[in-house]
């Protein structure tokens, strides 16, 4: 029933909202049990979407929420450790949000290739400088890998960009699809600030939470549009 979507999406709301105020006023009490509900609720936004429109779910983005949800919660404890696995399962679910976008159809043939090589560089400079700011606060051990995710990350961000840019899915699809990615970019590349750079600005994960939260709302989203 669509009201069951609805129901998932108030959920959603709810609890984002609630663990971004305990991520603003940094109070752990309110943010470790609200997180994990954030992912299983798009969740099953999307599972009853598909039910309610009598279609099979796509298992790659099935399984990229699923991962992405293990890494919230083992980024749960403070670590290097399982900031280090947490980090594994985002790596696998960006793999498996590429396999999505394929999957829903990317026809590179309509794209200027000149284009595709201009997103993948922005995607590729932004990582690397990035990462020039970070090298003086990373774990040694962590840099080359932390630079590796995030360039996976921003190959992700370039497949969204693609599935726009090829025409193989509504203007609404495409665009929600690759601004959630684009948040969801934002999301991470703030969060290596937050966790390692005690000179950064950002302090809090107020900022990393909602534009991750709001990344994978409308990644889902636009997705859900081609059901």
């Given at each position: ?15 984002t909202g609630l663990h971004l105020y305990g991520s603003y006023i940094r109070r752990d009490g309110l943010r470790a049990p609200t997180k994990p509900v954030i992912l299983l609720a798009i969740l099953g936004m ?182």
């Open positions: 029933m669509l009201v069951t979507v609805y129901t998932y999406i108030a959920i959603f709301v709810i609890f999307y599972l009853s979407w598909v039910a309610y429109k009598n279609a099979d779910p796509s298992l790659f983005l099935v399984y990229a929420i699923l991962t992405s949800w293990l890494g919230d919660v083992l980024l749960i404890p403070k670590g290097v450790k399982w900031f280090t696995i947490g980090g594994i399962c985002f790596w696998i679910s960006h793999f498996l949000f590429i396999c999505t976008y394929w999957q829903s159809g990317i026809e590179f043939s309509r794209i200027n290739p000149i284009i595709i090589v201009a997103i993948a560089l922005v995607y590729f400079v932004a990582a690397t400088i990035t990462f020039k700011y970070l090298k003086k606060s990373l774990p040694k051990q962590l840099f080359v890998l932390m630079y590796l995710y995030l360039l996976t990350n921003g190959a992700m961000n370039a497949f969204a960009w693609f599935r726009l840019l090829s025409g193989s899915c509504s203007l609404a699809s495409g665009l929600a699809t690759a601004i959630g990615a684009l948040c969801f970019y934002i999301s991470d590349s703030t969060l290596f600030f937050v966790r390692f750079d005690k000179e950064s600005k950002f302090k809090s994960h107020f900022w990393p939470m909602l534009t991750y939260s709001l990344g994978e709302f409308l990644i889902v989203l636009g997705l859900m549009l081609l059901v």
